[in-house]
């Protein structure tokens, strides 16, 4: 009898294009960001500008899973996941600038991106406010008889708020297709999360609903990533039943940009024993082991991705102000039905 | 019924205006629009159209007078009307507040009462409660009504809290006698709007801020008045030709005599060698001559420090070094800042004479013009051609009176057309 | 014309509604199995079904976000509050969310959307139950606040609000449920933002809304008995509030009381005088006065709750006060 076939450990899951694919991805959030951090230096920028760089392999992961009429709701920190999800780099560069040709007509900035062509719900700047909204979603998904999901993005700070217990029950309660990801970062702003929750695997919020699956998994992994989103979706798509899963990531920079990226609440070399497990900088190191690409292949990609960022920032910069006129527009409309 | 006639606010900064000349006499017929008289404002001559029908009975301002706005001027009435009462009337109350500075149309007008004035006090009227400020209490209504019905305040009782003057006491008014009708308010001309002109926006240097700041600071709050007084240049004139006869090294500039002059009648006159501080006068025991220095970037004042204690020559190869420095924008700031008096100099340029604007804190500044050849009527009676120079000085009139600064120039003429007084 | 409740005015207005358009559905507290705290859901659930008539959790913060969700993607709910005291700790939902969804995703999310329930207080329900949030909700630009007072208007406005594409804020009284009226038995809405003449005269206006509504018509009907010819100016929605119509009245009658159920400071009485002083000075003969609720939280106690709430003697004292009777 052979011996049972071990596997490879090096093998990645999915193909070699898909791989590229991932990584354009995630390097776009990254370069982006960057590009976004100057603008705000240069002051193209203003007001709350909360970045995600080192959360990339959440991001992509999880909206890498979903379909296109599935839907998607997140907090303040939505740069990352805008991209991934397709927004156009111009859109959001554009809003970042509070320009008319922003995804949000200027009018949101970057705690607010929208796009109603791709069912992104947009970015919420009340910690937990939008995780009714979710259920809402779920709960209208269900009301009409369909199979999407409504993926709602989260920090782990939001697991200690009411409204994130309230929309939790209901969801389980009606069985709503929610998938719910909290993206632990460790940090809600300087507060570290076993100073804020009286729980250490912030999944087992899960186990308080019946029903609810939970599950937590290494978010710097952008692959294992992908499997955990797999395995919840189906729940919630085909169950519809709702879904809790705690990815453990790692926020690169300050809260905003206008926080420290260490000091009082966290160490340097708590930073830079992080910045080993850089997740862009991981999967790189996969596929060239793997011979996805080469190195050459990687310095091509970073040049079409800084071309697409100084694109949108070129973009964002000659588009007009909005008017005085819209100030008094998107209040109300003017219809009814 | 009588209509008064007002000096009117016809332009939108005026505030006093001069009759020129009345065009209509005492006894002419005159309708409602027709120019009554010619008024000089700070701006131009406009006319002054009559507001009421009649015949013009009073020119109460003779034509050459200057009159504040809002000052009886004349008087329209009936042939046979009694106008006695009228001429004894003062101006309406709040003519000149009729006319705002800052109203943009170009032809402000004071309210013109026919009646007595309703909305002015009324201390003919016992009746009348009124704060302890004086003020009537009325209702906006009620206020309203009476001035749309012609009916007096002041002769009205108020029945509402505190004597308040509410709508029931003016129907009760109206019910009781007949009253008599105001005229409505003249339409305002609105001033033509120009639009679509080219215009070009240059930035400002730091150079240009500072002057604008310094300079408005100055005309803004500090009261100026002006002196101006003519010289005669004939002494300095020889006294040059005989300086450069004893060589290139005494070689001086009429600017450069006058530099001397000044610093040298200012230490005669410590009163004008001084700073406004506000709460202060600093009076200074030297002289820091400021120097105006027109440069590509704009105005610059170089100082001549102890230009008092400097002799001709030193101060003629100090004016030029910071002439030259200031030109090349190599001035230093201490060498442009701390003088106590200042001189500006557009002879050069042509210009006869001048005013300048004073440099706070300092008191004054001295603006000289162009010298130029006059014939003149000598002592003798016969026709001189003399070099002659204008000058005139800026006085800030919080620290520098007229007696003050008039003797100061006395002293400077007194220099300049003996410039052998400077060696001493 | 029928003669119908409150109550049943409203109830009549969801179920035309939810008929006529599927994406209309009612979510709150014992709304369905219940039949409504108030039963103004009464026979909605066996009507529609569970899908349709939700009943939730004790969760006003949950279930409001879930309305807000759903309006996000498509759908029109109407949710209840018990009370707007409970309203509170939804808060969040209504002005964070509702209120502002359209306008920072720069117009691409509409709420049609409607937060309804009895608003203000009732008899002896003391200090947490007893609150007037109508200023508070005309605060907010995003919203459209109306305030029935009467089945007719009742029916009409939640009618209008259910069809209106932005989020409506419907004040009801727990103390008008009871009352009635004649409301039509065929379809009609009350369009939001006009006020209505709800009484005609040429002494005095009162201007007011909601509840307070049945307290003017009293004291129009005793004033009367004076002489006193008052005009009743039900302003009916208080966001976008009828200017115009308050402007007609006091330039008509020069005097003007305001009538309003919550407290003083930063009132809806603060703002209609305030459109009275800027369109109507010169036509003022008396300063106009404001009667409201006492600025204490509601007592328990009989006397005091009397005492704390606006009603008819102070109204008519105010009345008699600008009219400089008294």
Known sequence: MPPKKRPDPRALPGDPALRRELFHSMLLQRRFEEKVGEAYALGKIGGFCHLYIGQEAVSTGILSMLRPDDYVITTYRDHGQALARGMSPRAIMAELFGRVDGCSRGKGGSMH?????????????????????????????????????????????????????EALNMAALWKLPCLFIIENNKYGMGTAVERAAAIKDLDRRADSYQGMHGEHVDGQDVFAVREATERALEICRKESRPALLEIRTYRFMGHSMSDAVSGTYRTKAELDEQLKRDPVWMLKARMLEAGDCTEADVAEMEREIKTICQDAWDFADASPEPSAEALYEDVLVDTVS | MATKVFMEALSPTMEEGRLVTWLKQEGDAVKSGEVLAEVETDKAVMELTARGDGVLRKQVVAAGTTAAVGTLVGIIAAADEDIAALLGGAAPGGATSAAPAASAPAVATPSVPAAPAPRAAAPAAPAAPATPAGRALVSPLARRLADESGVSLGAVQGSGPGGRIVKRDIEAALARGPVASSPAAPARASAPVRTGEAFEDIPLTQIRKTIAKRLSESIGPIPTFYLTAEFDLSRVAEMRTAALAIGDAFKVSFNDVILKAV?????????????????????????HLGMAVATDDGLIVPVIFDADQKGLRAISAEAKALAKKARERKLKPEEFTGSSFSVSNLGMMQIDQFTAIINPPEVGILAIGAIEDKVVVGPDGGFTVQPRLRVTMSCDHRAVDGAVGAAFLQTLRRLIENPLLLSF | MAIITYREALNQALREEMGRDDRVFLMGEEVGVYNGAYKVSKGLLEEFGEMRVVDTPITELGFAGVGVGAAMVGLRPVIEFMTWNFALLAIDQVVN??????????????????????????????????????????????????????????????????????????????????????????????????????????????????????????????????????????????????????????????????????????????????????????????????????????????????????????????????????
């Open chain 1, 113 to 165: 991106l929208f796009d109603r062509n791709l069912n992104f719900l947009g970015g919420h700047g009340i910690v937990g406010g939008h995780v009714p909204v979710a259920a809402g979603v779920g709960f209208a998904i269900k009301y009409r008889g369909g199979d999407q999901v409504i993926v709602c993005f989260m920090g782990e700070s939001v697991v200690n708020t009411g409204a994130f217990h």
């Open chain 2, 263 to 287: 610093a040298t009648a200012l230490t005669q006159h410590p009163d004008v060698n001084a700073h406004w501080l506000g709460d202060r006068i600093r009076r200074f025991g030297s002289v």
């Open chain 3, 97 to 326: 969310a509702a209120a502002k969804m359209l306008y920072m995703s720069g117009g691409q999310y509409p709420m049609p959307m409607v937060f309804r329930g009895p608003n203000g207080a009732a008899l002896q329900l003391s200090a947490q139950h007893s609150q007037d949030f109508e200023s508070w909700l005309a605060h907010i630009p995003g919203l459209k606040v109306v305030t029935p007072g009467t089945p007719y208007d009742a029916k009409g406005l939640l009618k209008a609000a259910i069809r209106d594409d932005n989020p409506v804020i419907v004040l009801e009284g727990e103390m008008l449920y009871n009352t009635k009226g004649e409301v039509p038995e065929h379809d009609y809405i009350v369009p939001i933002g006009e006020a209505e003449l709800k009484r005609e005269g040429s002494d005095c206006s009162i201007i007011t809304n909601g509840k307070m509504v049945l307290v003017a018509m009293n004291a129009a009907d005793q004033l009367a008995k004076d002489g006193i010819r008052v005009d009743v100016v039900d302003l009916r929605t208080v966001r976008p509030m009828d200017v115009e119509a308050i402007i007609t009245s006091v330039q008509k009658t020069n005097r003007a009381v305001v009538l309003e159920e919550g407290w003083e400071i930063a009132g809806i009485g603060a703002q209609v005088v305030d459109y009275i002083q800027r369109e109507c000075f010169d036509h003022l003969d008396a300063p106009v006065i404001r009667v409201h609720q006492a600025d204490v939280p509601m007592p328990y106690a009989k006397g005091l709750e009397k005492l704390a709430k606006p009603d008819l003697q102070k109204t008519i004292a105010a009345v008699r006060k600008v009219m400089y009777l008294d």
